[in-house]
């Protein structure tokens, strides 16, 4: 198993000035990791624990394949993302098949495990952090990693994902991607949206690009999503008091059992302030599920994030969210 498995980068989706500049802002150098604003948000790493098991491939159930990601998860979150996922067709080129071994999504996020086998011969070995990692994209326009919609327009997002390499003397390479949606696109609204990988590279230190695998693997995760309910609790006279902002209003709440989006306002604003408080989905044996991190856009007084669940949630089991000193129910 890789044990750099984590070095994470967000990639250009849509080259249009507005699209170049909201992903400027998202995108952050090296290692990157989706931005995270000050204030209260649980900070986690984008990193999830991985369990140390030899998986036997597309047969084993996608909550258990899930689990080399997300870590150790129970009966009832494998059920969830059994109930969510989705099959894809995998797609060949160049001698190389990517194999989706399991997809499901919401709204704001999309998770596919893909296993990545080249043509016999080739290995796909592990890089340590000083001779660089793989990346699905290159260094030019022509090699970016796309989202388009059925028109063929850029749909606006980004993506980090984890390697996984059971056995770096083989050729075969697996990863686990998210895509994160920017400026509101619903990932699972049923239309056609159309993943586009070019390839594989290795991303140097020195963010030189040497290609390992080129051609083109296209997969419509849109019309194979679906089937995710949301909540979208009454917030109405939720405030939570700020020591800098004053009183802070929630205006907007939704979670899924992927992951939340919020938006709130403050009554004092402060230039170079952001305030928050730690936001958190209480179940019904007292236990908490947090954040792992954040994405988001604001102004003056204003605030609206969304991030993934650390592990998939059962709303079923969710009574409460408590932001701050505040406490939502759900029932």
């Known amino acids: 198993m890789d044990k750099n498995a984590f070095q994470t980068e967000m990639n250009r989706v849509a080259f249009t000035p507005a699209g ?37 491939g597309s047969a084993l159930a996608a909550g258990t394949l899930w689990e080399r990601y997300f870590g150790r998860l129970d009966e009832t979150q494998q059920e969830i993302i059994e109930t969510l996922s989705r099959e894809l067709p995998a797609a060949e080129s160049n001698g190389t098949t990517m194999t989706p071994l399991a997809a499901f ?35 030019t326009l022509e090699e970016r990693f796309t989202l388009t919609d059925s028109a063929g327009q850029d749909v606006l997002c980004t993506l980090d994902y984890t390697w996984l ?11 686990a991607i998210r895509l994160w949606s920017l400026e509101g696109t619903d990932l699972c609204d049923g239309a056609d949206k159309i993943l586009h990988i070019p390839g594989l590279w290795v991303q140097s230190p020195d963010k030189i690009y040497t290609p390992v695998l080129t051609g083109g693997w296209d997969f419509n995760i849109g019309a194979h999503s679906g089937g995710v309910e949301s909540l979208t609790p009454d917030v109405a006279g939720v405030t939570v008091e700020d020591a800098d902002c004053g009183t802070m209003t929630m205006e907007y709440l939704r979670l899924s059992p992927l992951g939340m989006r919020i938006r709130h306002s403050w009554s004092e604003p402060k230039e170079g302030i952001y305030p928050g408080a730690a936001l958190s989905v209480v179940m019904e044996d007292g236990s908490e599920v947090f954040l792992k991190d ?38």
């Open 105 to 139: 999504g919401d709204q704001d996020f999309y998770y596919l495990m893909l296993e990545i086998r080249a043509p016999e011969g080739t290995v796909l070995p592990d890089y340590g952090e000083d001779e660089g990692y793989y990346q699905l994209f290159g260094d």
């Open 20 to 56: 170049r500049e909201a992903l400027t802002e998202a995108l952050m150098k090296g290692k990157a990791a989706p931005a995270r604003r000050s204030g209260g948000w649980a900070r986690r790493s984008l990193a999830a624990a991985l369990a140390a098991v030899v998986l036997a």
């Open 294 to 331: 954040t994405v988001g856009s604001g102004g003056e007084n204003w605030n609206e994030e969304f991030g993934p669940f650390e592990v998939p949630v059962d709303l079923g089991k969710a009574v409460a969210v408590r932001w701050g000193t505040a406490e939502i129910p759900l029932r």
């Open 165 to 175: 390499n059971d056995d770096p003397t083989d050729n075969v390479l697996t990863a």
